[in-house]
């Protein structure tokens, strides 16, 4: 097998600890591991040091309070999986967890660890930014918060500094809420093809706020902004949806791979945003 | 009496499910070292110089190994089993991307990794050509110039009548033709290969543990590449984690281990990791095809028509029998009654990992039934004439058995109208048909696939086959102890296919013993007569039959020492329920167990007749056998995305005797599970410059439990009148039959789009593009 | 340099000197010699290696074993307990579960970790959490009837050594 270079190890006893330590040089967080060992197998990434935060039971939980569902970023991708307050909230998590890696990985590669790994195939970055979160970010001198359409600066960079951590990730809850996550991998586990993710919110058959998360497309901070705004206001129909659709496939660069063609991408992006509005109105409500 | 044949829980299972097989990477030796290979990065280079100095100095490497090394001892070259020969590690130049360049010995693994990143190699890099279609180009990079070659032409081979064929062609009412591409895919068995070699300076010995499908070949081909005498070299094959033919090859870490072991004086073992495995060792296919058929417009299949560019890789790596260097592509003719056939097959160099024969391909089997099959509903897509209804018409009848098809190959028997009928039964065809209509009609597509195919197994008669030039016949020993338990020596070798039970079983049934009073020895070549191992679905062939016959040896042997007991002639004897009786007085019969403790005791036996119960036997296979099936595949596709849903499988299979029908099941499960994942999902693309693309399995996608469905299985028995036990194989029909009807099926789909044809694998991209009428290449890099 | 990792490994308290960057399917096969547990992959795709970690299936290639310091590990070598088979590893036998074996442990213990939870697992929900481990000689068709065995043959306890 394919095995790291050398590396040191610490582990955080507190959170004050971990940042303490995530203050020097070439430390680098180790969390459920399974981003950031792969790629030390690899030789892509060699840290100089590990702080394995794996104990900070205070960062894994996921609750709602003060209208807002409130996740860990040590909360596993298994934990929001089965969260009946998440899942509830926001079936766009279930469908999108459903679909992450595998079911033995997800109970161990953690939200916050996908959301700083900030791979541009990184489904849960689309979600929350279609949900618009909010991430809370700490440091030795407290909390800052950074809206997660701000917190990816590029692939596989974020705003996270040097001595911080993503500590908590915000999500505002208002009712009349749909959402929906659509999928289109070559395989089970594999990394999307494309993806969209879709919340609206309704009053009555009018759209008071949308939010499309796309991946796998180099969508601007993950989201396709543009369809957001044409859908603002406008009735939920299915004719609206397209036209969303249209303009959200027209303002992403899909990329030529072994996952497909741009046309193919550029059409699924289009396609696959159509069925995530469509099944989001459906589930806020929407009448037939 | 105790049943030989039937369904029976597997023996070796017992360690297996502790966790205590031993497999080659559990293998630990005092004093073992580790290796690790080196391997280049690019495609085609010339390589200026190799600097190993920090690599020697790191405090635990023991030996850092390089071509010149090699060169020194006439190691740095090995033959292939295709008779070319391969670089083990690179003196002038590498000529695939993950070729060998140099080996690094270490006191432990993560030592030997750290130390390759140490070496420093200057490379030239040197154009490279990874489009097998222009492999022939005038101005396409020589890769074999280390061979004076000025091209990259390796061989041309031909079979059928071309003449007679054009003229069919001519005549025809209908012709239609299709270009096809089989992809380049992987065996990708879970354990990767390796091998640790123990070099005794003292005895002279070497002894390697070794993922070997065939440890008898390894042996000697080992004795005439390292220059130790054959006695002086052991190789076992342990536990195997699965081979589906990648581990027939012998593979330069092999020779890197052994060198490294008789440098350094102490064991070495190398086990690859899965890139390696993936960029290196034996793929299999590649095949560009041209079909061509020639048919009347009611549909009777004429002829078939075929030219093929192979493309072997950097080195000629195929394991063939000498005289078929394009295996047995011959029976592209198919199941059918054919006036006339022709094929060609040209092979070509280019700068990919070597090989071609791998995967449970039967010796390129699986390319000839793809062809045939897929050709077949290229017929049936422009006659429209059901696929189904097209092949009965066409499939050779009963009596037609023993049948030689065009290209010389005599099929041994088979009912394959009953077959395909089972087969359609089993999937309610006609209602599949009726509810595919009304779907269309909503706009959604569903796909019905039938693929019938006839295999070529158990190579073989050992005047037309051989590997570099041994026959491929197997021996087989077997002893009876004084107090009536039996052990089996046989020279095949499972990788998982359960012979520990079945060759027990085949015995038993021979000899009225329990299958768990006989101990099956295997994967050891001290301790096992010689034979060519276990690929091409050869095992139930070949050792099984050598093995009825052994049993029926010492069952011969044993009705004299009857005799004796007795004190009657030995043909006053009759052989009924496991005991030697005398004619009509069942009450003197005697068990092998009892017969076995008078061979060995003082009982006087007669003139020339020598105790104990012992036979040897070396069966030299008189054909082939020719299992068949016909599997039905039903896909639904979603035309938004592409997505392909198979929803169900069944697959009648016809492999005669059934030694253990829970075993055969599982083959055939295991064969199925591999024509989802070539259809849909598998593949090893190289980019223009050559960069492998499916170097590990977040590219090489492999089938989950969530891709296949619940497998709906049936069987017929015809069996096969030249073998023993009229068994036949199967091991690798399933994997020869399953992908055409998973692609037949997914095509049948998109019919209300008139696709006729789109390469493998259809993944949603391909699907998609296909219902756009602008499926891509598939072999290259997605643009 | 190195530091020291103690683990309790079915049961069993060990305490080594690794490199940090050990992997744990390293340390529980070339440190302890347990080698049930096997790896097949670079990219965490197989499952080859999947033990549990405090009673969670971990793939054991991705983890370090200094992340296992301080906490249990159950392997595959556990699930026989005083000379009986876990109706897990009957099931396998029962039903033809396994053909080379390879990726058995993997398989098992992820069924065992299921069954603990559901002692009544649909097809589907087998075949979904087995969708992070991969079989090629198999097709998961007897695998998921392994898993069913063991399911429907809790209830007789253990199975007996042949």
Redesign the interface.
Known sequence: ?????????E?ATSVEHALALLGRPDHRV?AG??SL??M????LAQPGV?V?I?GLAELAYIKENGGQLRIGALARHADLLDSKIAGGRYPIFHDAERVV?????R??GTIGGSLCQADPSEDLSAVFAAVRATAVIRGQDGDREVPVREFHLGPYETVIAPGELLAEIRVPVQPGTGSAYEK?A??????S?AAAGAVLQLDGQTITEAGIGLTAVAAEHFVAAEAEDYLRGKPATEQNFGQAATIAAEHCHPV??????ED?KR??VA??TT?ALRRAAARAGAPA | MTAGFGRMLRKEDQRFVRGMGTYVDDVHLPGMLYGAVLRSPHPHARIASIDTVAAEAHPKVKAVITGETLAGRDLAWMPTLAGDRQAVLATDKVRFQGQEVAFVVAEDHYAARDALELIDVEYEPLPAVADARRALDADAPVVRDDLDLTGNHIFDWESGDAERTDRVFRDAEVTVSQDMLYPRVHPAPLETCGIVADFSKVSGKLTVWATTQAPHAHRTLYSLVVGLPEHKIRVISPDIGGGFGNKVPIYPGYLCAIAGSMITGRPVKWVEDRSENLMSTCFARDFHMRGELAASRDGTIRAVRVTVLADHGAFNGAAQPTKYPAGFFGVFTGSYDLEAAHCKVTAVYTNKAPGGVAYSCSFRITEAVYLVERMVDVLAFELNIDPAELRMRNLLRPEQFPYTCQTGWTYDSGDYPRTLRLAMDMAGYEDLRKEQATERARGHLTGIGVSFFTEAVGAGPRKHMDILGIGMADGVELRVHPTGTAVLRISVQTQGQGHETTFAQIVAEELGLSPDDVEVVHGDTDQTPFGLGTYGSRSTPVSGAATAIVARKVRERARIVAAAMLEVDPEDLEWEGGRWSVKGDPDSGRTIAEIAWAAHSNLELPDGVEGQLDATCVYNPPNLTYPFGAYICVVDVDPGTGKVDVRRFIAVDDCGVRINPMIVEGQVHGGLADGIGMALMENIAFDADGNCLGGSFMDYLLPTSLECPSWELGATVTPSPHHPIGAKGVGESATVGSPPAVVNAVIDALRPYGVRHADMPLTPAQVWRAIQGRPFRTDLAIS | MTMRVAVTVNGTEYARDVEPRLLLIHFIRDELGLTGSHWGCDTSNCGSCVVWLDATPVKACTVLAAMADGRSVRTVEDLEQDGCLDPVQQGFIECHGLQCGFCTPGMMMTARWLLDRNPDPAEAEIREVLSGLLCRCTGYENIVRSVRWAAEHAADHRGERQ
């Open positions: 097998m394919q095995v790291p270079s050398h590396v040191e190890y582990r180790l591991g399974h060992i792969p030390m197998k690899l030789r590990l394995d794996n890696a595998d079911p033995i990985v109970l161990w289109v070559r395989r089970v586990g594999d990394w093809v030529a791979d072994q996952r497909g063609p193919y059409h699924l396609e696959l069925r």
